[in-house]
Nanobody, 119 residues
Framework: QVQLVESGGGMVQPGGSLRLSCAAS????????MGWYRQAPGKQRELVAS???????NYNEPLKARFTISRDIAKNTMYLQMDNLIPDDTAVYYC?????????????WGQGTQVTVSS
């Protein structure tokens, strides 16, 4: 069973930083793409950033200056570094992955981790 487990969320003051982690139960080579999404109360889920199997990175443009996606293939873990956080960044952040190879056609989601930016 494929699992994605997020961690690193919490409460931070405006201007602070957090680093989210997404640990996969299988090798990243089984995913053609991985990404971070977020959903704020009363809003639709939106893409934050994604990284393809080949390392191509895509950002939600307004977040690009403050957020950085990365991965450690050896650890099967993806990260989201979030700097200079603002209250509008408050949301549940989800890790997602699209399957490749034997996992082709499947989409996986983590359980989400809450990020709250408040003074």
């Amino acid at each position: 069973q494929v699992q994605l487990v997020e961690s690193g969320g919490g409460m931070v003051q405006p201007g602070g930083s957090l680093r989210l982690s997404c640990a996969a139960s299988i090798s990243h080579s089984n995913f053609y793409i991985m990404g971070w999404y977020r959903q704020a109360p009363g809003k639709q889920r939106e893409l934050v950033a994604s990284i393809s199997k080949d390392g191509v990175i895509n950002y939600n443009e307004p977040l690009k200056a403050r957020f950085t996606i990365s991965r450690d293939i050896a650890k099967n873990t993806m990260y989201l570094q979030m700097d200079n956080l603002i209250p509008d960044d408050t949301a549940v952040y989800y890790c997602s992955a699209g399957g490749a190879g034997r996992y082709r056609g499947r989409e996986y989601w983590g359980q989400g981790t809450q990020v709250t930016v408040s003074s």
